[in-house]
C-alpha cells in the first residue's frame, strides 16, 4: 500500500482547499483512511477518517460542519475538502490507511500503519 497526498497550498481565512490522497497497491475494501495534521511545535492531531466499504465517517470537533471527507473507490483517491478556513487550521496533513481488522481506534494516528508524505496547508488571517 502506497498513498500520496496532495492539493495543500496558501489560502485566505475562510477560503477552501481540497486534498487528495492516491491509493494504490491492493485492493481497499476492509479499510479505514484517516486524515491527521500536525501544526508546528503541536502534537498531530485526527481530523477525519473514511471506512472504504461503508463510507463511514467521522471528524475532530474543530473541523466538523466544515471538512467532508469523501473517497471515489474507482479512482481510489480519498478526498478532504476543507471549507471556511481559520489560521488554526494551518498544519501539515497526512493521509493514512490501516485494515479495521488490526485497528481499535481510528483516530489514533499511532494505530496507522501506512503512511502517505504530508502537505502543507497555510491559512493566513
Known amino acids: 500500500v502506497q498513498l500520496q497526498a496532495s492539493g495543500g497550498g496558501l489560502v485566505q481565512a475562510g477560503g477552501s482547499l481540497r486534498l487528495s490522497c492516491a491509493a494504490s497497491?491492493?485492493?481497499?475494501?476492509?479499510?479505514?483512511m484517516g486524515w491527521f495534521r500536525q501544526a508546528p511545535g503541536k502534537e498531530r492531531e485526527f481530523v477525519a477518517f473514511i471506512t472504504w466499504s461503508a463510507g463511514t465517517t467521522s471528524y475532530a470537533d474543530s473541523v466538523k460542519g466544515r471538512f467532508t471527507v469523501s473517497r471515489d473507490s474507482a479512482r481510489k483517491v480519498v478526498y478532504l475538502q476543507m471549507n471556511s478556513l481559520k489560521s488554526e487550521d494551518t498544519a501539515v496533513y497526512s493521509c493514512a490507511a490501516a485494515h479495521t481488522r488490526y485497528i481499535s481506534d481510528y483516530r489514533t494516528a499511532q494505530e496507522y500503519p501506512t503512511w502517505g508524505q504530508g502537505t502543507l496547508v497555510t491559512v493566513s488571517s
Open positions: 497497491g491492493r485492493t481497499f475494501i476492509g479499510y479505514v
